[in-house]
């Protein structure tokens, strides 16, 4: 949580016209020597010295902002919550209405008066139509005197962050040839390979039944057999300059889609992300790739591909336009 920092005062029309009325007032008083039009002007001097003393009365709240989830699916429910507390023995005066900017849009919100020791929390829902990162903050408030002559504005909480990264685009080929269980080190039950003995369970198949071992131990044993574990595999993004917008956030919503089978995810710019260890960063790696811009020599390539290929494979721009590498799977969004 953060105090507010002043930006500065703004006088209203209101405020500019009672000004200019109040020395009217008192030049014609001092020329035509009028106690009437004295005590006039004493009274809308009173009104405008009234107006400065509040808006220099040290009552603002302490305000956070949290963003909740932070890490949202394209179109997912995002909301920014404002929680503003009074921590002193006093009450804080009313703010007026507060704004923040997320993206392009300006989301409003009202910070209420606080008796000591209040808290007020609103939540605020927020744009997640299109993938990116936005960070929004501080929330830019005004307090305004009880006659609204004129509004001093202040900057509450800190910047913060809305990561939206793309939606899940499942693949069906490509995601049920790869799957989870076979990481490096995570071997699941299968017929390939010798993995431990185990005691005889209902339902075993009894050709797997190691009889000299059960023989020694007075007890059914069975072979238990697994399938080797794979080499770890490489989700690669692979882009070229001239890739079409479109094509490109298509295929960032497969790369999501696969994003649970695979171990890691390397970008064309030779970013990573641990997608095993570390799902989260390599979604948000995901929210902020944007395709490369066109360049000289590009031609008329429009697309984007995606390549599975086990560790040590080169990931490159030569996979992308059809030559496979071994044990690879690659999928292509778009024309070339």
């Not at 703010?95 to 008066?113: D, K, N, T, W, Y």
């Not at 990116?132 to 001093?152: K, S």
Request: hydrophobic letters at 45%; a positive charge.
């Amino acid at each position: 949580m953060t105090r507010g920092r002043v930006r500065g005062v703004a006088v209203s029309a209101t405020g500019r016209a009672v000004v200019v009325l109040a020395l009217s007032v008192w030049g014609a008083a001092a020329a035509a020597r009028s106690p009437a039009l004295a005590v006039l002007a004493a009274g809308l001097l009173g009104v405008l010295a009234v107006a400065a003393v509040w808006l220099a009365l040290p009552g603002v709240p302490t305000v956070s902002l949290t963003v909740r989830p932070p890490l949202v699916p394209r179109d997912g429910k995002a909301e920014l919550v404002v929680s503003a507390a009074n921590r002193s023995r006093h009450r804080r005066t009313p703010l007026l209405v507060g704004e923040v900017m997320i993206g392009s849009q300006r989301l409003q919100m009202r910070v209420p008066a606080l008796p000591p020791g209040a808290v007020h929390s609103e939540a605020v829902p927020l744009p997640t139509g299109r993938r990116g990162v936005y960070r929004t903050g501080p929330l830019e408030v005004g307090r305004i005197d009880p006659f609204g002559l004129a509004r001093r504005a202040l900057r509450l909480g800190e910047t913060v962050t809305l990561w939206v990264h793309p939606k899940r685009r499942p693949l069906g080929p490509v995601s049920s040839a790869v799957d989870a269980g076979e990481r490096a080190g995570n071997p699941r039950p299968g017929s390939d390979e010798f993995h431990s003995l185990r005691p005889y369970r209902r339902g075993d198949d009894h050709r797997l039944i190691h009889w000299r071992s059960t023989a020694r131990t007075l007890e059914p044993m069975v072979r238990h057999l697994v399938d080797p574990p794979q080499a770890p595999r490489v989700l690669g993004l692979v882009d070229a300059a001239g890739w079409d917008r479109e094509a490109f956030e298509v295929a960032l919503e497969y790369a999501t889609g696969l994003l649970d089978v695979v171990d890691e995810l390397v970008t064309a710019t030779g970013q990573r992300a641990d997608a095993a260890g570390d799902p989260a960063r390599a979604l948000r790696l995901l929210a902020t790739l944007e395709p490369t811009p066109p360049g000289p020599g590009t031609g008329e390539i429009s697309g984007a591909a995606i390549v599975i290929a086990p560790a040590g494979v080169p990931v490159s721009a030569e996979i992308a336009v059809g030559v496979a590498a071994d044990g690879a799977a690659q999928v292509r969004v778009g024309t070339r």
